[in-house]
């Protein structure tokens, strides 16, 4: 019988309401994963969007600061480009900047993907890191409380990009993957681990996602040329953070912004 996925979406008017809405979340399931588990481990991703909610968990103005349970983090990142942390293409820099710089963090709680490194090595690496985090045994791969995924406008997600190897990936924890048209090298974690988290929520803002947010949600399934198609999480459930201008070809919404529907797997 074909496994069903139930898709769950929350729509805010704008990008400043959904980056709210974000934060918001963050400290929520980290608050969560803490009660029940006594530690929350967050796997976040790079890209634009994750940045202005960033900013807000660091803002003394608002209530996300205090009220993060800090000292029980543990911060992971999805993926990072090749390139040297204090890079402007980093996204362990864009990280830094918009919050740990900010935060009560020590640097223990941070797992960032060395960039720096030659690709293959800075994967391996990852996956050291993870196992010695995780105290993995064998072939047993991470759970993360939280795991942040973003969708770029050709349907890749984590750099799990269209038509590269690392969509073929399923034994290893983190890989090296090779970005043709980008001409770059990224590290990634692979689909298999980001489906084993507790809770998987993509944050999607803006009209040039529209399209193929309705296509990896809704359309034909085709994982080469839609990668985020492969987020399928184990507890059955994918969340979606959307402002109105992404959510637009989705079907509407209730009064409160809220809408789903299930996806055959
Ligand atoms: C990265 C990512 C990537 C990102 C999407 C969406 O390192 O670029 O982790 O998968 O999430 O490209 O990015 P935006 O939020 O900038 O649209």
Partial sequence: MAKKLKVEYFVEPDAAALAAR????????????????????????????????????????????????????????????????????????????????????????????????????????YESELRNSFRLEGAETPRFDLINLGMGPDGHTASLFPHTAALHEIGRLAVANHVQNKDAWRVTLTWPVINQGASVFFLIGGADKAQILKEVMLGPRDPERLPSQLIAPAGGILTLFLDKAAAALLPATNEQGFGSFEREE
Avoid at 90 to 98: D, P
């Fill in 22 to 125: 974000a934060a918001r979340h963050f400290v929520e399931m980290a608050e969560a994963a803490v009660a029940a588990r006594g530690r929350a481990r967050i796997a976040i991703s790079g890209g634009s969007t994750p940045k202005v909610a960033f900013g807000l968990l660091a803002d003394p103005a608002r209530p996300w600061l205090k009220r993060m349970p800090w000292d029980k983090l543990e911060l992971f990142w999805v993926d990072e480009r090749c390139v040297p942390p204090d890079h402007a293409d980093s996204n362990y820099r864009m990280t830094r900047e918009a919050l740990l710089d900010h935060a009560p963090l020590q640097p223990a709680q941070i797992h960032r993907m060395e960039g720096e490194l030659a690709p293959e090595a800075a994967a391996s690496r």
